[in-house]
């Protein structure tokens, strides 16, 4: 099965987090949980802690098949770290599975590579999207090729679908 790394900081959206994770660990992924630094756990935007696998600088994204970026205010702190942008890179420059949800293409848009994808976010950032080249859906989940995207937490059911579909290609 698949090795899914998933990028998160304090101020994640718990649910984005928890639920995919729940499903790609029954669909038999392996889930590493990355983060700013290998600092046990961090706060979610409703103060639960998360359970963090490794720092960024501890891994490449080479080790993975899949790169999944919940929502929250996460992806908003994690863009400004060259590490997180280049590591994202990889995933839309490779074609590999790349899942995000509510906020989490926010990322997306510093890596410079969002022109002529097709992708949904929450409704915030569908303008930065846009504006950063993207064509842009409303939709509960977007698919375009192996990039999986989603807007708000009531998707999650379809986006989970979605991602682990994906994985069983």
């Not at 899914?4 to 499903?23: C, F, G, M, Q, R």
């Not at 080479?62 to 908003?76: E, H, K, N, V």
């Not at 926010?106 to 992708?119: C, S």
Request: charged residues 25%; contains cysteine.
């Amino acid at each position: 099965m698949s090795k899914v790394a998933v990028l998160v900081t304090n101020l994640v959206e718990e649910i984005e987090y928890t639920s995919p994770v729940v499903a790609l660990k029954e669909a038999g992924h392996e889930v590493t949980t990355i983060s700013l630094d290998d600092t046990t756990t961090i706060k979610g935007k409703h103060g639960n802690e998360i359970k963090v696998d490794t720092g960024i600088s501890s891994v490449k994204p080479t080790d993975f098949d899949a790169l999944l970026i919940p929502g929250g205010f996460s992806p908003d702190q994690l863009r400004s770290d060259e590490r997180f942008v280049e590591f994202t890179k990889h995933f839309l420059l490779s074609d590999s599975p790349l899942f995000a949800i509510c906020h989490g293409p926010q990322l997306f848009i510093q890596t410079g590579l969002v022109k002529g994808r097709t992708m949904t976010s929450y409704k915030s950032v569908q303008p930065d999207l846009y504006y950063a080249g993207a064509t842009v859906k409303d939709e509960p989940v977007v698919i375009d090729n192996n990039l999986v995207t989603s807007r708000t937490p009531d998707d999650i059911p379809a986006f989970n679908k979605a991602i682990t579909k994906i994985l069983t290609k």
